[in-house]
């Protein structure tokens, strides 16, 4: 079997979703680099010692394993990958926050460092409710944003991933990243 190509990653998706559980550990096992590079990106310089890459990567595949979509192809079980993960940090970033507000316990003061990481989750926050806003305007432009701040994928990677090209994935960028900013920008403003 070992010279034997391995199949397609739809393939593998595909097997995975009907209950084969090989086929699960052969898509993980070809994917674990880019799966291990998209948590790294995401939590680059805002990793806590409560969340790690390791962390961050094994928390999405429990919530996908817990319900597979359909795999279609490639393209969605990125897609679905970015999804867990944002969900996962903002899980997180609830978590957290809600323990900073009271928890079981009285917290005397703040310190720099507690200071700065409420503010990193406060903007997690802030910028999933704005995707979730972005996705109801322009859902594959709110797809872009998330596959490039969650998912950590570069332009081209999302190119490759959505069928797209590259100059599409640009203006689909700069389109969401203005509304982003005029969003923060009428907030600050109210």
């Excluded at 109801?136 to 701040?149: K, M, N």
Aim: overall charge neutral.
């Amino acid at each position: 079997m070992s010279g034997n190509p391995s199949p397609p990653l739809t393939v593998l998706l595909q097997a995975w979703r009907r209950g084969d559980s090989d086929a699960f550990g052969q898509l993980i096992q070809r994917v674990q680099g880019e799966l291990l590079r998209m948590a790294a990106s995401r939590l680059r310089g805002v990793e806590t010692p409560s969340l790690a890459v390791g962390d961050l990567l094994q928390e999405t595949l429990v919530k996908l394993m817990q319900s597979p979509p359909a795999w279609q192809d490639r393209a969605h079980f990125f897609g679905a990958v970015s999804m867990a993960m944002r969900s996962v940090l903002v899980d997180h970033a609830r978590a957290r926050h809600t323990d900073k507000r009271g928890g079981d316990w009285q917290r005397v003061g703040y310190t720099v460092s507690e200071v700065g990481e409420e503010s990193n989750i406060a903007d997690l926050l802030t910028l999933d409710a704005l995707l979730r806003q972005l996705a109801q305007v322009d859902p594959r432009a709110a797809e872009i944003l998330q596959l490039t701040y969650f998912g950590g994928l570069g332009r081209e990677d999302i190119a490759a991933v959505l069928s797209l090209s590259i100059a599409t994935v640009d203006r689909e960028l700069r389109f969401a990243r203005a509304w982003l900013t005029a969003q923060l920008q009428r907030d600050l403003q109210a």
